[in-house]
């Protein structure tokens, strides 16, 4: 009877002729010891309810400086956030500066509503940064590198008196460092 040709004793038997099995059992050894303190080591991530109240802390923060919804002018949708694992919170909202110009309201002049939309827009943009550089250092559940972002969204109700008025602000604060709030206009 034929018996087929194996290496495989060749390939199992390997680590124990080659330059010592005593290496190989230590660096079998030395890479479990890796693998296994980058598992431990790994950060834990804050607990369900410490990022939900977080969360709704800004939420709160931001509805009551922007004020509440109103139809054709003012909040259109209300903040609303969210946690990002390795970033922090984002809370996202959508506001109209003035209402846009129709025959059944007394008319304003273009000046008039490019001061107007100008000022609330300078307004909202102390406001929310004077709320972030307050708020983010009190949060507990982000660590001291994640960051804070508001998403401000705008429409432009009057694009024809308003040109250059931004579609979104961002606003952003890293934990450790609430006195410098960046702000990101889009167009």
Same mark, same amino acid.
């Given at each position: ?5 194996s ?15 005593e ?12 693998? @296994? ?10 607990p ?8 709704r ?5 931001v509805?009551?400086?922007?004020? @509440?919804?109103?139809?054709g002018?003012?909040?259109?949708q209300? =903040?609303?956030?969210a ?5 922090g919170?984002?809370?996202?909202? *959508? ?6 110009? &129709?025959?059944f309201?007394?008319?304003?002049s273009?000046e *008039?509503?490019?001061t ?6 300078k *307004? =909202?943009?102390?406001?929310? @940064? ?6 983010? =250092?009190?949060? *507990? ?11 401000? &969204? ?9 040109p250059?008025?931004?579609s ?16 990101k206009?889009?167009?």
């Amino acid at each position: 009877m034929v018996q087929q040709f194996s290496y495989w004793h060749n390939v199992r038997d390997y680590s124990s002729k080659c330059l010592g099995g005593e290496f190989f059992k230590f660096f079998k050894f030395l890479l479990f010891v890796l693998l @296994t303190a980058g598992i431990v080591s790994g950060q834990a991530s804050p607990p369900d309810e410490k990022i939900k109240a977080d969360v709704r802390t800004i939420q709160n923060a931001v509805n009551e400086i922007m004020g @509440t919804p109103v139809p054709g002018g003012g909040v259109l949708q209300v =903040a609303r956030g969210a946690y990002l694992d390795g970033y922090g919170i984002v809370v996202s909202l *959508e506001v109209a500066f003035d209402p846009p110009v &129709n025959p059944f309201t007394p008319q304003k002049s273009p000046e *008039e509503i490019r001061t107007t939309a100008t000022q609330r827009l300078k *307004e =909202a943009q102390e406001k929310l @940064t004077s709320v972030l550089k307050q708020k983010v =250092a009190l949060l *507990e559940s982000i660590a001291p590198s994640d960051s804070v972002s508001v998403i401000l &969204n705008i429409l432009n109700t009057n694009p024809a008196y308003l040109p250059d008025m931004p579609s979104q602000v961002i606003f952003s604060v890293k934990k450790q460092d609430t006195a410098r709030v960046s702000i990101k206009s889009y167009k």
